[in-house]
């Protein structure tokens, strides 16, 4: 399975990191692709570290465990830089990306030697900017989307609207709101 993409999402429960490795996975489903998407449950309370993880491929996936070397790790909430070795186990081809305001090289610094690429956008900016409130998954999502290249930017805007439509049909600004994040995400994950 050399073109299985693994990934591992670090974030704090209510911030939507297991909703956007389900969504992801559904999404991917929906173009085609074998998938796995999955939290593992520790303290389910809002705001302790919760870690979700997706698989992604073309062949039939027959692993079913925890990711421990993933290609790609999303961090949603910046703060867990500083008590969960986020890195731990990441290919060195591999790129973490990152919530963040700050430089790389401040993110490189927390980052316990970790010398791959890093990726950083401002969820909370596009988040606000877009839906009024800080909702930060779904800017990680296109965010993921377009550093791993699981798959292209139009056909992952289109799963996206037609996910969007069907679970906020009577809130079309919500709709409208949401895609517009996951445009704007697109444009500036750094």
């Known amino acids: 399975m050399s073109d299985l993409i693994e990934i591992r999402w670090h974030g704090r429960g209510g911030q939507g990191a297991k909703t956007a490795a389900l969504l992801l996975a559904d999404v ?12 593992e449950y520790g303290p389910e309370r809002m705001g302790a570290p ?6 992604i491929g073309t062949d039939e996936i027959r692993v079913h465990s925890n990711i421990y070397e993933p290609d790609y790790v999303v961090v949603v909430d910046s703060g867990l830089l500083d008590t969960v070795n986020v890195t731990e186990g990441l290919k060195e081809n591999g790129a973490i990306i990152v919530n963040t305001s700050k430089s790389a090289e401040e993110i490189k610094a927390k980052l316990k030697g970790y010398n791959g690429k890093i990726y950083r956008i401002n969820a909370r900016k596009i988040s606000v900017a877009c839906l009024g409130k800080y909702f930060p998954n779904t800017p990680m999502l296109a965010a993921v989307v377009k550093v791993s290249g699981v798959m292209d930017k139009e056909t992952f805007l289109a799963e996206m609207e037609n996910s969007f439509s069907h679970k906020f049909a009577s809130k079309p600004d919500v709709i409208e709101g949401n895609m517009n994040a ?7 994950v750094k």
Do not use: S, W
């Not at 919760?50 to 698989?55: C, E, G």
């Not at 996951?182 to 500036?188: R, T, V």
């Open 50 to 55: 919760i870690t979700a993880y997706n698989r």
């Open 28 to 39: 991917a489903f929906k173009t085609g692709k074998h998938v796995q998407g999955f939290p």
């Open 182 to 188: 996951l445009k704007m995400a697109f444009d500036e």
